[in-house]
C-alpha cells in the first residue's frame, strides 16, 4: 500500500495561485489531467478560497478532502490565510 511508504503529513503547502502545472502535478494526489484542470479553471477565475475547487467538475468530494490540508489560497506570499 503506498501509504506505507509515503507519509502524506510531510507535504508541503501548495499555493494553488501560483502554482504552474508542473508543480501541481508533482503531488501525489494530483495527476496531469487535473493539474491541466486546475490550471485552465484558475486562468478563466479568481481563486480566493480552496472552497472554490469544487466547481471542477473532476474534483471529487473525497479527493478535495485529501489536497484541502496541502491548498494555500492567497493572492500575497506574506498574508495568512486560505
Request: include cysteine; hydrophobic fraction near 40%.
Amino acid at each position: 500500500m503506498l501509504s506505507n511508504y509515503l507519509n502524506i503529513s510531510n507535504l508541503c503547502l501548495f499555493f494553488i495561485v501560483y502554482y504552474e502545472f508542473f508543480g501541481l502535478s508533482k503531488h501525489p494526489y494530483i495527476n496531469y489531467k487535473l493539474a491541466r484542470v486546475i490550471v485552465a479553471f484558475r486562468d478563466q477565475h479568481k481563486i480566493q478560497s480552496k472552497t472554490q475547487l469544487l466547481e471542477i467538475k473532476v474534483m471529487t468530494d473525497s479527493l478535495y478532502r485529501k489536497l484541502s490540508p496541502y491548498i494555500y489560497v492567497s493572492d500575497n506570499l506574506n498574508k495568512k490565510g486560505g
